[in-house]
Structure formats: structure tokens, C-alpha cells
Nanobody, 124 residues
Framework: QVRLVESGGDSVQAGGSLRLSCAAS????????LGWYRQAPGKEREFVSN???????AYADSVKGRFATSIDEDKNTVYLQMDSLKPEDTAMYFC??????????????????WGQGTQVTVSS
């Protein structure tokens, strides 16, 4: 059983910043991927970013240069620093954990465990 608890969602004006946190506990193991998806009303859940064991990060094109993912491995916590927020960033943000395997690069499993989500609202 993997437990993920997000925090940090809030309402901000466009151009503002927020920092989301997600603490993972339970049956987590290394190597792994920890990251974020988001879902806006009426839209499908979409990938935002992730961090894989060994330090690889990945970002959706829509957030590159504005968002940054980092991790505190001692605390099993992943962070999402969101700067220059736009109204289109408004969504429920979900943290996820996936086991990973080294296949020449760190590959995240398709198995995902999800947090309950934290709401981010950006007003213009």
C-alpha cells in the first residue's frame, strides 16, 4: 500500500507562484518515479512533470520554464514549484508514485498510485 498526501494548493492571481508538496509513505521502494498530473474541469488528466531516481526530470511542454520538480529523498517528498502561473494552469493537481526500472535509462512503470489531489486556481 502506497500513501500519497498532497498539500499547497491555493487560489492565486496570474503571474503568481505556488509550491505543491507530496509526501509518499508505505510500500515505496527505490528506484521510483514521483510526479504530477493535473485535471481541469471537463478535461482529461494530463501529465505535468516527474522526477525519477537518479535525477532525471521531465516536463510537459506547457509548463517548461515555469514549473520545477524537486525531491527530498530523506523525506520521500516531491515538490512542484510553479511560477508565472496562468489561468490555464487552473486544475486539480494529483501526485503519483510509480516503481521504476533501469533499462539503460530510468523507466517509470505504467503502474501508478495516486494522491487525493490539491486544487490550484489561477485568476486573471
Amino acid at each position: 500500500q502506497v500513501r500519497l498526501v498532497e498539500s499547497g494548493g491555493d487560489s492565486v492571481q496570474a503571474g503568481g507562484s505556488l509550491r505543491l508538496s507530496c509526501a509518499a509513505s508505505g510500500a515505496t521502494r527505490s528506484p521510483y518515479c514521483l510526479g504530477w498530473y493535473r485535471q481541469a474541469p471537463g478535461k482529461e488528466r494530463e501529465f505535468v512533470s516527474n522526477f525519477a531516481s537518479g535525477g532525471r526530470t521531465a516536463y510537459a511542454d506547457s509548463v517548461k520554464g515555469r514549473f520545477a520538480t524537486s525531491i527530498d529523498e530523506d523525506k520521500n517528498t516531491v515538490y512542484l514549484q510553479m511560477d508565472s502561473l496562468k489561468p490555464e494552469d487552473t486544475a486539480m493537481y494529483f501526485c503519483y508514485y510509480s516503481p521504476a526500472n533501469w533499462v539503460g535509462w530510468m523507466s517509470c512503470s505504467s503502474t501508478k498510485y495516486w494522491g487525493q489531489g490539491t486544487q490550484v486556481t489561477v485568476s486573471s
